[in-house]
C-alpha cells in the first residue's frame, strides 16, 4: 500500500514538473510574469503566482481552453497571451471573472467563431487581438460588450460578412486590422467607412481603399445607386478609366502608346463577344473582376505575378 501511494505521489510529481519545465515566473515592481512554451494543457498554470498580472503561453499544442481556466487570477490579471498555440475551442466560461483584464491575445490559433459569452466580465479590455485564425462569425454581441476597447485586430481570417454598424458601440476604438478577408467589396466598403467616420487608424500596408472610398461616395452621391450594386462599381471604372485616359494624353504618356493599344485591344476583343450587351464600363468591370478571381489563387500558390514572399 505504501509503496502504490509512493508511486502515485511520484507520478502526479513527474506529471506538474514535465507540463512546467519550459515555464517561468518574473517579477518586475508589481507586475508578475507568467511564461510558458511547449505546452500541451493549462495544468501550468497551477504553479503561477495567484497575483500574477500577465501570463504568456506560445509555440504551444494546446487543443482546448476549459472553463473558468484563468479565474485563480481574476483580481490581478491583466494580459492574457496565448498566441500560437493551436488552440481550436475555447470554452464560453474560460474568461469570467477576468474585470481587470486590458490585453486578450489569441492570434495564430485555429479559432472558427467567436462567442459573447467570452466577454461576459471584460469590462477593462482594451485590446482584442484574433489576428491569423480561421474565424468565420464574430458574434455581433461583442461590440456591444467592448465599450472600452481600443485595439481590434481580426485580420487573416475568413470572416466573410460582418455589419459595419457594429463597430459604433466600440466608442473608444483607436485602430482596426481587417485585411485578408474575404470581404466583398461592398462589405469592405461600408466598414472603412464607418472607421473613418469614427477616425479609426485603418490603413495597411497590403491594402488601401482610400482612393476607391472618396470614387464611392462621389458615384453614390451623383445617383448611381447604393453599394455594394454593380452600377456604383461601373461608376468607379469610368473614374478610373478616365483618370488613365489623362495619364495616357500627357506628354509623358505619348511614350506609352502600346499599352494603350494593348487595353484598347482587350476591350474590343471582349466587346465582339458581348451577348448581354453590356457598357464599356461593364465590360472593363468585368475584365477586373475576372482579373482578381485569378490573381489571388495564383498569388497563394506562388504562381507567376504572385508578390515576393520573404521568409
Known amino acids: 500500500m505504501d509503496r502504490l501511494l509512493i508511486f502515485i505521489i511520484f507520478n502526479l510529481l513527474a506529471t506538474v514538473t514535465s507540463d512546467s519545465i519550459n515555464c517561468a515566473t518574473t517579477k518586475r515592481g508589481e507586475a508578475v510574469t507568467f511564461t510558458c512554451t511547449d505546452q500541451k494543457n493549462l495544468t501550468a498554470l497551477d504553479t503561477a503566482p495567484a497575483n500574477t498580472t500577465s501570463i504568456e503561453i506560445f509555440d504551444s499544442k494546446i487543443p482546448s481552453v476549459h472553463g473558468h481556466a484563468f479565474s485563480r487570477f481574476a483580481a490581478s490579471l491583466v494580459t492574457l497571451d496565448l498566441h500560437g498555440s493551436g488552440i481550436e475551442f475555447i470554452d464560453q466560461s474560460a474568461f469570467i471573472g477576468l474585470t481587470k483584464l486590458e490585453k486578450l491575445i489569441l492570434w495564430g490559433n485555429k479559432l472558427r467563431t467567436v462567442p459573447r459569452d467570452w466577454f461576459a466580465y471584460t469590462y477593462s479590455l482594451k485590446t482584442l487581438d484574433l489576428s491569423f485564425n480561421f474565424i468565420e462569425v464574430i458574434d455581433y454581441a461583442v461590440f456591444q460588450m467592448l465599450s472600452n476597447l481600443e485595439n481590434f485586430y481580426f485580420d487573416y481570417n475568413q470572416i466573410k460578412f460582418i455589419d459595419y454598424t457594429m463597430f459604433a458601440y466600440l466608442k473608444s476604438l483607436k485602430n482596426v486590422k481587417f485585411e485578408k478577408n474575404p470581404l466583398s467589396w461592398g462589405y469592405r466598403a461600408h466598414l472603412t467607412w464607418q472607421l473613418e467616420n469614427q477616425h479609426v487608424k485603418y490603413t495597411e500596408q497590403y491594402e488601401n481603399w482610400g482612393w476607391m472610398n472618396v470614387a464611392i461616395k462621389e458615384c453614390t452621391d451623383s445617383g448611381y445607386g447604393e453599394i455594394p450594386t454593380d ?81
Open 231 to 311: 452600377t456604383v462599381l461601373d461608376c468607379i471604372v469610368a473614374k478610373l478609366l478616365d483618370f488613365t485616359h489623362k495619364v495616357f494624353s500627357t506628354e509623358i504618356g505619348q511614350s506609352s502608346n502600346v499599352c494603350a493599344n494593348q487595353a484598347i485591344g482587350l476591350v474590343q476583343c471582349v466587346r465582339s463577344q458581348n451577348r448581354t450587351y453590356n457598357t464599356d464600363n461593364e465590360t472593363v468591370r468585368k475584365i477586373l473582376e475576372d482579373y482578381a478571381a485569378i490573381l489571388l489563387p495564383m498569388s497563394k500558390s506562388r504562381g507567376r505575378f504572385s508578390s515576393p514572399i520573404y521568409l
